[in-house]
């Protein structure tokens, strides 16, 4: 049902919205290929920005994170039983094993205040938390919040706004910024809430790499009622230097050093963006 629902929503939308980008508001905008009749995977000329059309406000996305959303184990609330087992493991079963993207972070910025943007119920922070960083994690869905803080004792918050200017050594963000109709909210929260020579590290679907460019639109993260932003290095590299963040890429598997977009080889499914405050 909530499928037939939002390709009505599509089929809707499409007669009435413009194709502008939802980022820089520019009309030139072409389609590079169309989803289940209903979408567009389409590219803006002028930011370079690979978008969803028809595009959600931000009102529709508040709503459907807060009532809506479900990803299973990413999250699913735990029973209280469970979370030994996860905490013993990891958060494997939730597949938010930090082993991996601790190794890089730790490497840049091995301590400091640290925000998880958009935690869900906290799993990464804890980890971060277990690693020695002072860390808290900001979400949108309120029941999220407030399993981690019970259950968990993680200091998350369902209000950006209300965290200090300035306040961060670091700002990690895995798989979040794909979830948001126009990146511009995201980004200035970054450039607010980092200090100056701190460090962002945002972790996306590659929407650029090997597999994304050989299965179009079918690529599996690419667009979808979820995922309404197909991100790549290219815009980054392109946007980012203008809210005042020097950058590095790489790609997974993760086994080179992350290098200026010029020299970087960015072929993997997962796009790291290492972003340093000036």
């Known amino acids: 049902m909530d499928k037939a629902l939002f390709a009505m929503k599509c089929m809707w939308k499409s007669m009435v919205q413009r194709s502008d980008c939802p980022y820089c508001h520019s009309p030139e905008t072409v389609g590079l290929g169309r989803k289940h009749y209903v979408m567009q995977l ?3 000329c002028a930011c370079q920005l690979r978008f969803r059309f028809p595009t ?4 529709e996305n508040v709503y459907f994170y807060q ?6 184990t990413v999250t699913d609330l735990p029973f209280e039983a469970e979370l030994s087992n996860h905490i013993e493991n990891k958060f494997k079963n939730v597949g938010r094993d930090l082993t991996e993207h601790l190794k890089t972070i730790q490497l840049i910025a091995p301590t400091g205040n640290l925000l998880d943007y958009g935690c869900s119920w906290g799993y990464c922070v804890y980890q971060f938390r277990e690693a020695g960083y002072a ?11 407030e399993y981690g803080k019970s ?3 993680l200091r998350l918050t369902n209000d950006v706004s209300s965290l200090p200017d300035r306040s961060f050594d670091v700002i990690y963000s895995a798989h979040c910024l794909e979830h948001i109709p126009n990146p511009d909210i995201p980004i200035k929260d970054f450039q607010r809430l980092l200090k100056p020579g701190g460090h962002l590290f945002l972790y996306v679907p590659n929407c650029a790499g090997v597999e994304a460019e050989k299965a179009g639109v079918g690529w599996g993260p690419m667009i979808g009622e979820k995922h309404v932003l197909a991100l790549t290095a290219s815009f980054f590299d392109f946007n980012l230097p203008k809210y005042g963040f020097r950058l590095k890429f790489a790609s997974s598997p993760y086994d080179i ?3 200026e977009y010029a020299k970087a080889i960015l072929g993997g499914d997962e796009l790291l963006v290492i972003g340093t405050r000036t």
């Open 42 to 44: 389409r590219k803006c």
């Open 56 to 59: 959600d406000d931000l009102k």
């Open 67 to 72: 009532e809506r959303y479900h990803q299973s």
């Open 135 to 145: 860390a808290r994690g900001f979400e949108i869905s309120k029941p999220r919040v």
């Open 151 to 153: 259950a968990l004792g």
């Open 257 to 259: 050093e992350p290098k």
